[in-house]
């Protein structure tokens, strides 16, 4: 069955809804009459656009990441790849801040949550940290090139303690509230490349 543009506009709407209770609650912590209630949708058009409260969780967490990396596309810019990188650790903190430091990361908080228990969301978000690091290890690479970047970690391994750093950001600013932390690992993250 096709599905129509108004369709389609209320799956937009309870995924990025539902995106907004997981974040703050987690996914055990969130029930399907919350989601009903919080958008708005009845019972049975809920389970028409997803079956399931995993198959709504999977298709969340397959939104965001398609959203995140858009983001972080538009994030890599700067004069160099080290200043690519170090900006798009910039923008990322500056989510945070404008949300005042409430509900962290999506991908983190279900990497925390999800990951033992379910294969399906350990997957996803697998991929996209292994997606991330990799963007990154491909700018590493460039500016070892280019004589920009003087480590003695490896792109590949640099690349994922960026990535393991912001997360760790992220959830340190979380419980703090403290945009100080935020701006102690961007410092660590630019004396980490050189920047």
């Known amino acids: 069955m096709p599905v129509t543009l108004k369709g389609e ?56 990441k398609a959203e995140f990396f858009v983001f972080l596309d538009k994030s890599l810019s700067g004069a160099d790849p080290v200043a690519k990188i170090v900006n798009s ?14 509900g962290g990361c999506l991908f983190g908080n279900t990497a ?3 990951t ?9 978000i697998q991929e996209l940290f292994e997606r991330w690091a990799a963007q990154l290890e491909e700018l590493l ?13 490896p792109p590949r391994l640099l690349a994922k303690t960026v990535v393991a750093t912001v997360e760790g950001a992220i959830m340190m600013s979380r419980v703090s509230k403290r945009e100080k932390d935020l701006r102690d690992f961007l410092a660590a993250i630019r004396a980490l490349l050189g920047g």
């Open 9 to 64: 506009k209320t799956r937009e709407h309870i995924l990025k809804t539902s995106r907004g209770i997981l974040v703050k609650q987690g996914f055990h912590n969130t029930s399907i009459s919350e989601i009903i209630s919080a958008t708005g949708v009845k019972k049975g058009n809920l389970y028409y656009h997803f079956t399931s409260k995993e198959e709504l969780g999977l298709a969340v967490l397959e939104d965001a």
């Open 89 to 102: 650790c910039q923008a990322i903190f500056n989510e945070q801040k404008k949300n005042n430091f409430v």
């Open 112 to 114: 925390l949550e999800m």
């Open 116 to 124: 033992d228990s379910n294969p399906k969301f350990a997957a996803v």
């Open 141 to 153: 690479h460039e500016a070892q090139q280019n004589d920009t970047l003087h480590s003695e970690i």
